[in-house]
């Protein structure tokens, strides 16, 4: 099988900071009379990465125990400093990152150098850069209108790179970058051509990351368990399969039915399994152990995420950038994430976890997990969403009920940064995209939602 892997501010710098404060301290604190809050490490459970997890971070990324705990953590209160900023910047806003062995260092990029003191009262590092990562996405979005009516096999990625304030374009041959730029007609303050020998391709041939056969042939990899209402069945790649396609387990038994199917384009898919096999809030980690998952919080880029398949297991590596379209020799595929772990075939599917934080399937890539390789995923959340799917979690997983007392606010949808919500008489405002799951509510996860 193949392998694929607003308009401008005028302020003075003290009106930035005390507008900026202002905001990020109400959410922060939440109502007066609320209680005591969790971190965002609490409350995303970076606790309860298991030792497998754990061990497969010191293995690939060079790190010892208490540092692979301290990443996890430091990269869940990064991305809640982060989504507080994003919200608060508004049009300046310019991306964010984490770097370091343990991620201790959250850079905010920002187009306004009046900026720079609030950022830097949260504990962040600022950055001033020239673009908006809004007019970064836009420019992302004309490359991807223009690799519909044009050849991108020899420029087969393309993605919005925050640390270098530009939109990339790796290619085989610049000649094919530039005229895909050209198509586009975007302008080239805003681009880097990369040159890559690197041809991603898919990753072919009910815990996840564990082997299913598809029409008793090929084989690939289940992503995460879901339910949809009463259904049970998992999420995996949409190149695995088309909709109709039968699939058997690892132990070759009849198990399941692909509901639905996306690629190219994207790459999505479900699969409603029969009686025999019940969902599980896992994925399997090293040597068949349990990895639990509690949640879909969307990772940062530069954080750590580990990776289960059934050719090569586990094996973990940092988050490149995200929103990423690779062309494939099926197409070309948009709002992926493109890591540094490596993945060979029949790991497609596969899980992509970081601490205990579903994040996606494993679409393709290049090179393997002897020389390393690049690879790509699609996010899970996405996935959700466009199937009505519910991620099966540790913390309760179970199909929403019809109503949700408190507002508009509700258990199983999928929220992304931005988004506003009321629940309890208040407004929200998200500020990572999730699931929305029991327990997650507004008022208890300040990591996941900013009062306003």
Known sequence: MPHRHLPRRTRSVGAAVAATAALLVAGLSGSASAGPTASAAQALRTDAAPPALLEAMERDLGLDRQQAERRLANEADAGT????????????????????????????????????????????????????????DAAKSRLDRAAQRNDTTDAPVWYVDVRTNTVVVQAVRPSAARALLSAAGIDRSLTRIE???????????????EAYYIN????????????????????????????????????????????????????????????????????????GQNVQVTGSTQAPVGASVCRSGSTTGWHCGTIQVLNTSVTYPEGTISGVTQTTVCAEPGDSGGSYI?????????????????????????????????????????????????????????????????DTVTYGGATYRCLQGHQAQTGWEPSNVPALWQRV
């Not at 770097?99 to 504990?123: F, K, M, R």
């Not at 019940?278 to 994925?283: E, F, I, K, R």
């Not at 969403?385 to 507002?407: A, D, V």
């Open 81 to 136: 400093t982060a989504g507080r900023l994003r919200a608060a910047l508004g049009s300046d806003f310019a991306g964010a990152w984490v770097s370091g062995a343990e991620s201790g260092t959250l850079t905010v990029a920002t187009t306004d150098a009046d900026d720079v003191p609030a950022i830097e009262a949260q504990g962040a590092k600022a950055t001033v850069v020239r673009h908006s990562l809004t007019a970064l």
């Open 354 to 418: 970081s601490g205990s934080q579903a994040q996606g399937v494993t679409s393709g890539g290049s090179g393997n997990c002897s020389s390393g390789g690049t690879t790509f995923f699609q996010p899970i959340n996405p996935l959700l969403q466009n199937y009505g799917l519910t991620l099966k979690t540790t913390g309760g997983g179970e199909e929403p009920p019809e109503e949700e007392p408190g507002g508009t606010w509700s258990a199983g949808t999928v929220y992304q940064p931005g």
């Open 216 to 287: 008793n042939s090929g084989r690939c990899s289940i992503g995460f368990p879901v339910t949809k209402g009463t259904q049970q069945g998992y999420a995996t790649a949409g190149h695995c399969g088309r909709t109709g396609d039968s699939t058997s387990g690892h132990n070759r038994v009849a198990q399941g039915t692909f509901q639905g199917s996306v690629f190219p384009g994207r790459d999505m898919a479900w699969v409603a399994t029969n009686s025999q096999w019940t969902a599980t809030p896992h994925v399997k980690g090293q040597g």
């Open 195 to 209: 040159k890559s020998a690197d041809r991603p391709r898919a990753l072919y041939d009910l815990r996840g990351g």
